[in-house]
């Protein structure tokens, strides 16, 4: 059985031509007789139906914003309080619906968005009430904060194996870090120095190292070998 | 059974950073038995040859610095093939196994994650896969020649090998070319992949290419890029307009180096003519393609490739830039120029040769490559037995490419039978 169009030999049973479309005239043909080259067989779809509920809920938001800016401009004729509402529906916006736009939590990309965010708040809440904390002390205590969760993340999302050492150094650096806060707060706002931050370094430092001197038997260095190989 | 890890080869590094929501790089091979197929014979013999091929049987996971890719410890199981070859693999399905048995009448198809080994790679696991299954199912004796090996024995160092750190030159061949036309159409929405298979007879296939004075890749290279051609002036583009039509041939570097890897080892050049300089016949695309064919392929200029692609996974500032970032970097460069250089892929394994013994069993061998990110059609071949199995998948409706180049191939005097994954048993007049 040949297409009278293209000129190419075609299966037997075939209603039509697969190059050009056109129906094949086979008297002789009866259904079911030939197997097909593939059967039915679909797989099963990935379905992310998310996108509805995530703009449902930000237009919910953007009504609630919307309500007390109103209110806050009818009674007191500025913004008032509604600026926080406002700014916290935009930063619980970025923080918990925005990733539910994307089909996979990348968390490399939303991460340093939210801290950005949750910087950028502060900065409102800073400003507004004519203070003078946000450079000395928020900023880079967000930004303390930002880079532990992608160390965080990046430890145990990405790397498979060894998880056990690296949450002993991570535990280390944990401790390390809220010195920092300690130091930051000091300069801010003249507290005592490295005061509850020692008890920290202390519980989280012995924590790591034993975690850490725990996972020096062959077996496991393995498996640190693995994760690491550059 | 200790669990062992090895590093991505070095073509095989930028499939993971590029694996999309709905797509990635896979590619299948498959062999059609005289008989149906046992799914409880085939899992044995799946299970059998699962030590001889550690590299084939793997999943892929992620280190800090690069992917990499871990032994299964239990040999996957054969399952029901789908209504379409390469049914998108799911990062948690490459997080379990990179390659996927199915089975459909008398068909065992082998599916595979490019990271873990290319095409001839695949080819060999699976004639080894078919041998044990024979010999399983028929008690018979197939001596292992060719391809073939012992199941028992364990696999040779160089069979695991990344053989691109080993067949380097000391300069190198930069990759700057023009981008080349590409084709589009109607995107199926569901994933859907057609395939079109062509079914020539072999000896008029080489006794045409041989008239013209070429060699079978290049003579069907050339009735693709003519097609691709021909398409780019029913889209109107003319003239300076026109953009140069070039067919990605990869290269099987095996031969090239006389090395047995059972990694990937092949490379892409991109082959065609240019139409802003005029029109082109047949014979002279054909001859152009030879001669490229020819010229690109000699060791020397392979290895200079080679090296030009080694050259950024051996610097140290490179490799100590973690994963994510890798990931997002090559992503990047993928979508850029991956695949600007070339109209579609032309994958020719050539003829498959098994001992008699074992092929009296067989019907015949298929090849097919997905689709590219970019570009929806591509085109692979084998020969058996006396037939070239030309495979052309798309991944968008319009069957005008496959039209063309069947039709052409007719006209040449090569006879072509067709056949499809389209549902045979509904006339379109009735949808």
């Known amino acids: 059985m040949y297409c009278v169009y293209c000129g190419v030999k075609l299966q037997d049973g075939a209603a039509e031509c697969p190059l050009c479309h056109t129906p094949v005239m086979h008297p002789d043909r009866k259904d079911g007789e030939q197997r097909t080259l593939y059967p039915d067989r679909l797989p099963a779809e990935e379905r992310h139906g998310r996108a509805l509920l995530v703009w449902i809920l930000s237009l919910v938001m953007v009504g609630i914003s919307m309500a007390c800016l109103f209110l806050c401009l009818h009674r007191y004729h500025e913004v008032g309080w509604s600026g926080y509402v406002m700014m916290s529906m935009a930063l619980a916006w970025v923080w918990v619906l925005l990733p539910l736009l994307f089909p996979r939590f990348r968390p490399m990309i939303f991460l340093p968005i939210d801290f950005a965010c949750l910087a950028g708040f502060l900065l409102y809440i800073c400003a507004k009430n004519g203070e003078h904390w946000f450079l000395s002390f928020a900023f880079p205590v967000t930004a303390i904060m930002a880079v532990l969760t992608l160390l965080g993340v990046a430890i145990f999302r990405y790397i498979r194996a060894g998880r056990l050492r690296l949450l002993g150094l991570y535990l280390m650096v944990i401790g390390a870090s809220t010195m920092l806060v300690e130091f930051f707060a000091h300069i801010t706002f003249g507290t005592k120095m490295f005061d509850w931050s020692l008890y920290c370094v202390i519980a989280f430092g012995a924590l790591g190292l034993f975690l850490f001197v725990a996972t020096l038997i062959p077996p496991l260095h393995a498996h640190l070998r693995k994760t690491f190989f550059f | ?431």
């Open chain 2, 1 to 431: 059974m200790k669990k062992q890890w090895y590093r991505l080869d070095n073509a095989a590094l930028i499939f993971p950073a590029i694996i999309r929501k709905n797509w990635n790089n896979v590619f299948r091979v498959s062999v059609t038995l005289r008989e149906e197929v046992d799914p409880e014979i085939l899992n044995r013999a799946i299970a059998e040859l699962k030590p001889r091929f550690p590299t084939c049987f793997v999943r892929l996971r992620a280190g800090f610095f690069w992917y990499y890719l871990e032994t299964v410890g239990e040999a996957p199981k054969a399952r029901e093939d789908y209504a379409y070859p390469l049914t998108h693999m799911t990062k948690k399905e490459l997080h379990t196994c990179c390659v996927r048995f199915l089975y459909y009448g008398n068909r065992i198809a082998a599916e595979f994650f490019h990271s873990v080994t290319d095409g001839t790679g695949g080819m060999t696991l699976l004639q080894n896969l078919t041998a044990v299954y024979l010999e399983l199912k028929y008690g018979k004796r197939i001596p292992r020649e060719g391809r073939l090996v012992n199941p028992k024995e364990e696999p040779m160092r160089e069979e695991t090998r990344d053989c691109f750190l080993r067949c380097g030159a000391p300069g190198t061949i930069g990759r700057a070319e023009d981008t080349a036309y590409h084709l589009s159409g109607t995107p199926e929405t569901d994933g859907f992949r057609h395939i079109v298979t062509g079914v020539l007879p072999t000896g008029k296939l080489l006794e045409k290419a041989h008239e013209t004075g070429v060699t079978v890749t290049a003579y069907l290279a050339a009735v693709l890029a003519g097609a691709v051609g021909e398409l780019q002036v029913e889209k109107g583009r003319i003239g300076k307009r026109a953009k140069p039509v070039k067919i990605t041939i990869p290269v099987n570097l095996r031969k090239t180096f006389g090395m047995g890897t059972m990694r990937n080892f092949t490379l892409a050049v991109n082959l065609g003519y240019d139409p802003r300089l005029g029109e082109y016949t047949h014979e002279e695309i054909s001859r152009l393609i030879g001669h490229q064919l020819a010229a690109e392929t000699i060791p020397q200029r392979m290895a200079g490739r080679v090296t030009k692609n080694v050259e950024p996974q051996q610097s140290m500032f490179l490799r100590l830039v973690p994963l994510p970032i890798k990931n997002i970097v090559m992503s990047a460069v993928y979508a850029l120029s991956g695949e600007k250089k070339g109209c579609l892929n032309l994958s020719n394994m050539g003829a498959i040769e098994v001992p008699e013994e074992m092929a009296e069993e067989i019907e015949r061998f298929e090849f097919i490559i997905g689709v590219q990110l970019s570009y929806p059609n591509n085109c692979s071949v084998v020969s058996f037995k006396g037939k070239t199995y030309v495979n052309m998948i798309r991944s968008i409706r319009e069957s005008e490419l496959e039209r063309l180049v069947f039709s052409r191939l007719v006209e040449l005097g090569i006879p072509v039978e067709i056949e499809s994954n389209a549902p045979n048993n509904v006339r379109q007049s009735e949808e």
